[in-house]
């Protein structure tokens, strides 16, 4: 298997920022967003749950009502794909028997093998009583860092946004109602030649301020 050398991913790492201006004439090819969105799927979660649904927003017309419901932020606007992690709001019987169904269909083993990891998993959320969107929302974070890491490795452009407002963004992408509501976002495509921000310098705290061993 060829693996991508130390040096290429922090050289990658080094070169991404927090893209605030996108060219919006600039979009992001079929075959490469194939590649972020399969790295999305890929993400770990707690016991396989993925409880998550990735909303992918590329209809300019949807596009240009999203600043409103980000707290006026341009780059749902104007970049190529705009990516939204909404947290399912519940961890129930059903959705937990999804996954251990869906274990057993991909893996070739009987259902009952899988008891004792339903049971794992019920005895985790049954205590959790409205934790669920809590929890599930820490998950989404986890998605996130898939996403702008594999978008950076292909040098494409990415903006994570916190700055998001729940009910407005739910609203606008059909999400109010549902089982899933927006935690947080993405915003991809390639920047602005405008943009300052792509060449001010990266300001990170040293290792040994980071870094405890052991």
């Known amino acids: ?15 991404r920022y927090a893209t605030k201006e996108f060219d919006p004439t600039k979009k992001i090819s079929a075959e490469l967003w194939t590649t972020l969105e399969t790295a999305i799927i890929y993400s770990p979660s707690s016991y396989g ?3 998550w ?7 300019q017309t949807v596009k240009d009502q999203l600043p409103a419901a980000a707290w006026g932020q341009n780059q749902p606007k104007d970049c190529s794909h705009y990516v939204v992690i909404a947290a399912r709001k519940t961890t129930d019987a059903e959705y937990v028997e999804k996954l251990v169904q869906a274990t057993a269909a991909a893996r070739g083993i009987p259902l009952a093998s899988l008891d004792g990891l339903r049971q794992a998993i019920l005895g985790k959320t049954s205590g959790m009583k409205d934790g669920h969107l809590e ?6 974070y986890i998605a996130l860092g898939f996403l702008l890491e594999t978008a950076a ?11 998001i407002i729940r009910d407005r963004m739910d609203d606008v992408l059909g999400l109010t109602g549902s089982d899933y509501t927006a935690t947080v ?13 792509a060449s001010a310098k990266k300001v990170r705290y040293s290792a040994a301020d980071l870094i405890k061993r052991i």
């Open 1 to 15: 298997m060829k693996t991508v050398s130390g040096e290429i991913i922090l050289q990658q790492l080094a070169w």
């Open 49 to 51: 749950l993925q409880p």
């Open 53 to 59: 649904k990735f909303v992918v927003v590329t209809d």
């Open 135 to 140: 929890w599930n929302s820490r998950q989404c």
């Open 153 to 163: 490795l292909q040098e494409i452009d990415a903006c994570p946004m916190e700055g």
């Open 185 to 197: 976002a993405c915003a991809l495509g390639y920047r602005s030649a405008g943009d300052k921000y």
